[in-house]
């Protein structure tokens, strides 16, 4: 199973995909976790992607469909994975396409999860409130502040991917309100078409 995951931060994306990992025996992949890995190394793509993050650049998409084509050879994603936080952009998008045609590859779904953008706030509000009862560190992406200018972010560069798979008819959209275990629920329907 090969599934790209959308949405606006605080939408419940790693919380689904850790689900599907576990229960279908899949990887997730975060291209910053994988990038810091290629990094850490040494790897031919992680000396470039070093290189301009020592300096203070943005890493090129070419680099980071590099580190994905690396990590998708590796044995663990044999049978599948989930991407978390990539594409971020339509030339991503793009970019991901061919490189899955390059590998004799297709996606077996594209799922946006669908929020109400004002009541995050309160969601994310919620989490830090549960994490900090439960004497556990707050996520510093759950700062109300921090979590506004990620949602700016995602409204200004990220949410037109969206439109992006809708138009190749690859996107299945999940309302992301329900309670955890109906947007699992909403997500196993999809994925079993």
């Known amino acids: 199973m090969r599934l790209v995951l959308l949405g606006p931060p605080g939408a419940g994306k790693g919380t689904q995909a850790q689900r599907l990992v576990d229960r279908h025996n899949i990887v997730q992949l975060s291209t910053g976790d994988m990038l810091r890995a290629a990094v850490q190394a040494g790897t031919p793509i992680g000396l470039q992607a070093k290189a301009v993050m020592e300096s203070g650049g943005l890493v090129s998409d070419e680099i980071v469909i590099g580190i994905i084509a690396d990590r998708i ?19 991503q998008a793009e970019a991901l396409d061919r490189l899955l045609e390059e590998k004799g590859l297709e996606l077996d779904a594209v799922v946006e ?44 560069d990220t949410s037109i991917v969206a439109p992006y798979y809708h138009k190749k008819g690859q996107l299945q959209r999940i309302d992301g309100m329900k309670p955890i275990h109906e947007v699992s629920s909403s997500l196993d329907e999809v994925l079993g078409k």
């Open 113 to 156: 999860l669908v929020v109400d953008q004002d009541k995050l706030v309160n969601r994310i509000l919620n989490r830090a409130a549960e994490a900090q009862a439960k004497g556990e560190a707050v996520r510093k992406d759950d700062d109300p502040e921090v979590f506004k200018t990620r949602l700016e972010a995602y409204n200004r």
């Open 73 to 91: 050879a590796e044995p663990d994603a044999k049978n599948g994975f989930i991407l978390d936080g990539f594409p971020r952009t339509v030339a």
